[in-house]
């Protein structure tokens, strides 16, 4: 690595930042649209939920196809072909005439290329970062939080002056522009006749022969611990962020001040990212997954007793700290365990879990709210979950390979 000059990795985390951007648009952007989609196609608080669960579904088998083509193919190409279908399935949705091509469009075509963003983003930047791994993921992360600063108000904005066709062909631009970031990913510090940030990675991550294959590393107990609590955690965040700037409307807030609400999640998530991953560097990971998720249950106390957009606010910030926390830390914890020759898969495979938990997260709220009329017991649950994702830090164990 040569001391004269910016060490490439970070240009690679700037190309990360500005794909993972794009997953934010995508999955902040929704809360803000789902009333104005509700109003257009008539649709129940759970139908239109089950919108967003039927992408994430999609999402999901698209982490494991992108994640097997980031293993065996230049990362450019993969990436701007599930942007060019985002970018197109977004457009669309805004002259969706029926419930169905509704489905299809938003769906369908943005889950499928939402798969091109997070995974091949996550598992090239890891490559390029020894010591400071968890940091330098983190950093790219904040794509997310920064996204939902960013696209929250300027959703809520121009659904206000205009209406929901021209806040979607505007998001559809943004998805375009923001592919940039495809043409600064490079597949490994070896393509540029560089090292890794750090050094070259210990043997036992690095060697192609202690790597574990896809299917020996699913089958072990760490494994599906660590996929337990993504989908814990998740069910927890899908829910808060599909409904938190809903649940700002029914208690008397103007739709801009509304915004806020998820907005401050993004916020906190920023900050959550970067601090978690910087501790990881001084700290044991499975302490800052108890933490994190213990964090995040307790500060949902903070939005049942709120009745003021400051506390919405104080929530929001507590809230997208500690679920942030631990989206740093599961990437490492993979690569650390089962080596860098098939990490693309491994991750696709574990990023089913977002999806998991979109398809039922989403759905089950908005049935608790259709059904009681309240938030309250979807909060609970948020609550419930969250603790017990906290605890399952305390089983995390490295696996042997027999």
Known sequence: MKKNKIFYGWFIILGAFLLIFLDGLLLYSFGVLLPSIEAKYGL???????????RCLVFAFSMILFGKLTDKYKPQKVIFF????SALGIFLTAFSTSKIALFFNYGVLTGLGDGAFYVPAI????????????????????GVPISGLVVNPLSAY??????LETTLIVLSIITLLF?????LMKESPEEMNLEPYGGKFPKEEDDIENSWSSSSAIKTLSFNILYLQ????????????TFQYDLALERGFNILTSSLAPASIAAGSFFGRLVAGFLSDYVDRNKILFSVFLGQALSVFIILNSSTIYGFILFGITFGFCYAGWIPIFPSKLKDFYGKANSGVIYG???????????FGPP???YLIDKFGTYEYGLYFCIVVCLIAAFLSLLIKKPTKI
């Not at 598992?123 to 904040?142: E, S």
């Open 44 to 54: 129940s608080n759970a139908s239109v939920a089950s919108i967003f669960s039927v």
């Open 82 to 85: 599930g942007g060019l279908l």
């Open 123 to 142: 598992v090239i930047a890891q490559r390029w970062f020894n010591k400071r791994r968890d940091f330098a993921v983190g950093l790219a992360t904040t």
């Open 158 to 163: 121009i659904l206000k002056e205009t209406n």
């Open 179 to 183: 592919l940039f970031g495809a043409f």
């Open 230 to 241: 993504l989908v814990l955690g998740m069910l927890s965040f899908l829910i808060v962020v």
């Open 349 to 359: 495979i574990f990023g089913t879990g977002f999806s998991i938990s979109a398809i």
């Open 364 to 366: 089950l709220g908005g």
